[in-house]
C-alpha cells in the first residue's frame, strides 16, 4: 500500500495564527470591561454591556477553541481510517471517508494528499483511467509523481513516465529508487545514453550508493537496470 501524505503544513499553521488574533482581541476586550466596571464607570448601564459582551466572548471564545481541538480530532480519525481501509483493500469504503476529508477547507484548498489516496483506490480497483486522473490532478506531489511513473511504465508509455519521473528526480534527487525507476524508464524508451548520464549524476552525489552502482555496470553492459539486487555473477 503507498504511504499516505499529510497535509501541508503551513494550513494549519496559519490557522492557529488566525485563531490566536481573535484570541488575543477577546482578551483585551476582557481587560477593557474589567478597567471601565471597575474604575472609570462603576455600575453603569455602559460598564454592564461591555461586561456582558466580554463574558459572551470569551464563551464563544472557548466554545471555538472546543470545536477546533474535536475538529482537528475527527480528521486525524479519518485519516487513520482511511490507511486501516486501504491496507485491507476497502477500496469503497476508503473513498467514502476520503471524500468527508474534502470537505474541509484545509483539505480543499490543498486536496493533494487526498486526490493521492483517492488514486490508490481507484488503482487498487484496477481502473488505472481514474487514478491516472487523480494523481495528474496531485500537481507536483512526489507520491503521485511516482505513482504515475509506475502506472505509465506498466501500459508501456515510457516517454510519458520518464516526464512525470524527471520531475520526481528534480525534486528529490537523493531518492535511489526514483533514480533508477528512471532510468529504467529512459532505458525502455530506447535512450541508454540519458538512462546512464542520469544513473552518473545519481553516483555522484551517493557514491556508496550498491544499486546504483550495479544499475550503472548494467547500462553500460546494455542491459536494463533492475531493483533486486542478487548474488553478483
Known amino acids: 500500500m503507498k504511504r499516505l501524505p499529510h497535509t501541508p503544513s503551513w494550513l494549519p499553521m496559519s490557522l492557529h495564527i488566525a485563531h490566536g488574533l481573535v484570541a488575543?482581541?477577546?482578551?483585551?476586550?476582557?481587560?477593557?470591561?474589567a478597567v471601565i466596571y471597575m474604575h472609570a464607570e462603576p455600575g453603569s448601564i455602559r460598564s454592564t454591556i461591555a461586561v456582558v459582551a466580554a463574558f459572551a466572548l470569551t464563551v464563544f471564545e472557548l466554545a471555538f477553541f472546543i470545536y477546533l481541538i474535536l475538529r482537528r480530532k475527527r480528521m486525524r480519525r479519518l485519516w487513520a481510517e482511511a490507511s486501516v481501509m486501504i491496507k485491507a483493500e476497502e477500496w469503497e469504503a476508503a473513498k467514502i471517508?476520503?471524500?468527508?476529508?474534502?470537505?474541509?477547507?484545509?483539505?480543499?484548498?490543498?486536496?493533494?494528499?487526498?486526490l493521492f489516496a483517492l488514486g490508490s483506490c481507484a488503482e487498487g480497483n484496477g481502473d488505472q483511467r481514474e487514478a491516472m486522473v487523480l494523481y495528474r490532478r496531485c500537481g507536483d506531489l512526489p507520491?503521485?509523481?511516482r505513482a504515475i511513473g509506475i502506472l505509465q511504465l506498466q501500459r508501456g508509455l515510457n516517454d510519458s513516465a520518464a516526464e512525470a519521473l524527471r520531475k520526481l528526480v528534480a525534486r528529490r534527487p537523493d531518492d535511489t529508487f526514483s533514480v533508477v525507476l528512471l532510468a529504467v524508464a529512459l532505458f525502455r524508451g530506447g535512450n541508454q545514453g540519458a538512462a546512464r548520464k542520469v544513473l552518473e549524476r545519481a553516483l555522484g552525489r551517493r557514491p556508496r550508493s550498491e544499486m546504483l552502482r550495479v544499475n550503472l555496470a548494467r547500462v553500460e553492459k546494455g542491459d536494463e537496470p533492475v531493483f533486486e539486487l542478487g548474488p553478483a555473477e
Open 143 to 145: 507520491a503521485a509523481l
Open 97 to 114: 471517508t476520503l471524500k468527508e476529508l474534502l470537505k474541509y477547507p484545509e483539505y480543499r484548498l490543498a486536496p493533494a494528499p487526498v
Open 24 to 33: 488575543g482581541g477577546v482578551g483585551y476586550m476582557l481587560g477593557f470591561a
